[in-house]
């Protein structure tokens, strides 16, 4: 089928739109040069007007009136006065244009002297590195154009470089990391030390970019963040390497900070984190502030290894399991730990199998939070009983922590990287360190390099993150201080007390019942246990006694006997002897029902009688013929 042509307004209407366009845009700049004094004019009266309005609310309400009457004077001078008010419009139209003129600095036609001689210098520098000999038209070269590679720079108000765009030759091997890591260093060198410089490098065009990064903010405290169930912040980043934002307050004032989240449960692919650093570099503050994210939804085990009470505030709190500093305490909770992870794991099995959801006991998150776990390794080889080491208590939770809703956070020092289980670095994929470190130690601990240029001083909290395969971010953790401590401030103090959770009361209302009452009890057992004895014969007491001691169990309680009829009034018989240490019966209330008599007939178990030793003095046992006892 032969194509029909399209109409002459879509084939050609691109050409006479652009035309349009074009006339348009020409007409709104002769338009805007002819009336440029009257926009200036109108631009000044509304500046004037500005400023006489926030004149008037500056000014106190009882000082108003000496205002107006002092303008309606000089309005007034102004009307009689030959021409006043010709002149006062003339001033009033040349004051509003010169309020309204354009204040913007013009742009320069290039750098400065100073800058020139920055930019020369860079240019010689890189020339060794970019430069070769069988080049016929080389870039760089020893006195050449400076202008040809630096098509974009600017400064900063020091005078130093803040951004620069570099090209270089074609047969520059970028590709190498070790080449790149030269140039970089050398760029840090020329333009200024302790500044964090991000580099850029683009391959397909030939370009490298350096950019200086603006420091971190550093008075976020903590607070409750704008997050899902499973999402914790690490920290805060630059704006170019996270998309989503966060409100928070900052300095005082509402704004958007773009935060290092980290996401754990079931769909986590980094259920676990690890956090190296220097000391005094955050790491306990990082802890902290997981702390009081996890309590929100969870349950948190704390073992602190170094002892120093950083955690102290979040002992007894609601959803705080533990928070142990001793060795066996540290124990007992890991234990405690891969019991609770192996239970939850063979639970939701069940569950699995049976075609139900997993309980409600399972899907609560359990958090495991640790300090300084080496500290401990090192007292538990040094203990004199055999005692085990805490971090091979953590390969269960580490290992099936994600299904079981156990997360596992490990903070230690970067000296004590080697001193760490293999289950720790090989299930910590999550990885954060904080505090000065160099570009080859934050590659070993992260895996890979840093998108910037590390500095020798940074503030507690400032340091790298990475999550799994991703990007290194640069991170800040918020500011979660000890508030027990006395050199935190006070903002800090209160915005950490105001979130930690409330104090676990005793549950149930449990409380140590009062001995007094047993006691008594048993004494009134032990008087009304000779009642009974009372109503035999001397001769069918003694047989008795003597029956009853040679009993396997003296500690069992007296059993009833079946009588005919009871006793109304049982009479007091006076023993010549009392037992010489009456065991406490083990009742807690007295019979109600008056003492049993006992029969002649031979009873089928005898009754134990509540004494752990022998008589002193045994009597013999007189018996009754078997005649008397048929009659």
């Not at 760089?140 to 400076?146: D, P, S, T, V």
């Not at 934002?245 to 769909?267: A, E, I, K, S």
Request: proline share 12%; net charge negative.
């Amino acid at each position: 089928m032969a194509r029909r042509p399209l109409p002459r307004i879509l084939s050609n209407g691109s050409a006479q739109l652009a035309r349009s366009r074009e006339l348009a845009r020409t007409a709104a700049d002769g338009a805007t040069d002819v009336l440029h004094p009257l926009i200036t004019i109108a631009r000044g009266l509304r500046r004037l007007a500005a400023a006489g309005r926030r004149r008037w609310t500056e000014t106190p309400k009882e000082k108003r009136g000496a205002l107006l009457f002092l303008a309606a004077s000089v309005i007034l001078v102004v009307a009689l006065v030959p021409y006043g008010p010709l002149l006062a419009a003339i001033t009033l139209m040349a004051a509003a244009a010169w309020q309204g003129r354009d204040r913007s600095p013009g742009a320069s036609d290039g750098p400065d002297e100073p800058q020139t001689e920055r930019l020369k210098s860079l240019y010689e520098a890189l020339v060794p590195y970019f430069s070769s000999a069988d080049d016929p038209e080389p870039l760089y070269a020893h006195g050449g154009a400076w202008d040809k590679v630096f098509p974009t720079y600017s400064f900063d108000g020091g005078g130093r470089v803040s951004h620069l765009v570099v090209r270089y030759p074609a047969y520059f091997t970028d590709g190498e990391a070790e080449a790149r890591t030269r140039i970089e260093h050398l760029l840090v060198a020329k333009s200024g030390r302790g500044r964090e410089y991000h580099f850029v490098w683009d391959e397909e065009g030939n370009q490298l970019t350096a950019d200086v990064l603006p420091p971190l903010p550093v008075d976020i405290t903590a607070q409750r963040f704008v997050t899902t169930p499973g999402e914790t912040v690490l920290g805060f980043t630059d704006a170019t390497r996270v998309r989503r934002t966060l409100p928070l307050t900052h300095g005082g004032r509402q704004r958007d900070v773009p935060p290092v989240v980290w996401r754990t449960g079931l769909r986590s692919t980094e259920p676990h984190l690890l956090a190296l650093g220097q000391p005094g570099s955050g790491t306990s503050t990082l802890l902290r502030s997981i702390a009081l994210q996890a309590l929100q939804h969870g349950d948190v085990v704390i073992v602190d290894g170094g002892g120093t009470g950083e955690y102290a505030c979040l002992t007894g709190r609601d959803g705080v399991l533990a928070v142990e500093c001793g060795l066996a305490g540290a124990t007992a909770s890991l234990e405690w730990a891969a019991t609770e992870t192996e239970r939850r794991l063979i639970a939701a099995n069940r569950a699995h199998q049976a075609g139900h959801p997993p309980p409600d006991d399972t899907k609560r998150p359990l958090w495991i939070l640790l300090d300084r776990p080496t500290a401990f390794t090192h007292l538990a080889a040094a203990a004199e009983e055999d005692r085990k080491d805490p971090q091979a208590l953590l390969q269960v939770p580490l290992r099936h922590g994600r299904p079981a809703n156990v997360t596992v956070v490990v903070a230690d020092q970067l000296d004590s990287l080697e001193s760490l289980s293999e289950p720790v670095r090989r299930h910590t994929r999550a990885r954060v360190l904080l505090g000065p470190a160099t570009a080859g130690q934050i590659e070993s601990v992260l895996g890979a390099p840093p998108h910037t240029t590390p500095v020798d001083e940074v503030p507690p909290g400032r340091g790298y993150a990475r999550l799994g395969t991703g990007p290194v971010h640069r991170v800040q953790v918020p500011a979660t201080p000890n508030p027990y401590d006395d050199a935190t401030p006070d903002a800090h103090r209160e915005a950490v007390l105001a979130l930690l959770p409330p104090r676990t009361t005793p549950a149930d209302g449990e409380t140590v019942p009062d001995p007094a009452p047993a006691s008594a009890a048993a004494s009134a057992d032990l008087e009304a246990e000779p009642e009974e004895a009372l109503t035999e014969t001397p001769e069918e007491a003694l047989t008795e006694t003597s029956e009853a001691a040679q009993a396997p169990d003296p500690d069992r309680g007296p059993e009833p006997v079946l009588t005919k009829d009871p006793l109304p009034d049982p009479a007091p018989v006076l023993t010549e002897e009392p037992f010489p240490d009456p065991a406490p019966v083990l009742a807690k209330e007295p019979l109600p029902d008056p003492a049993p008599v006992l029969t002649k007939e031979p009873r089928p178990d005898p009754v134990p009688v509540l004494t752990r030793e022998p008589l002193p003095d045994p009597v013999p046992v007189l018996t009754k013929p078997t005649e008397a006892k048929s009659n």
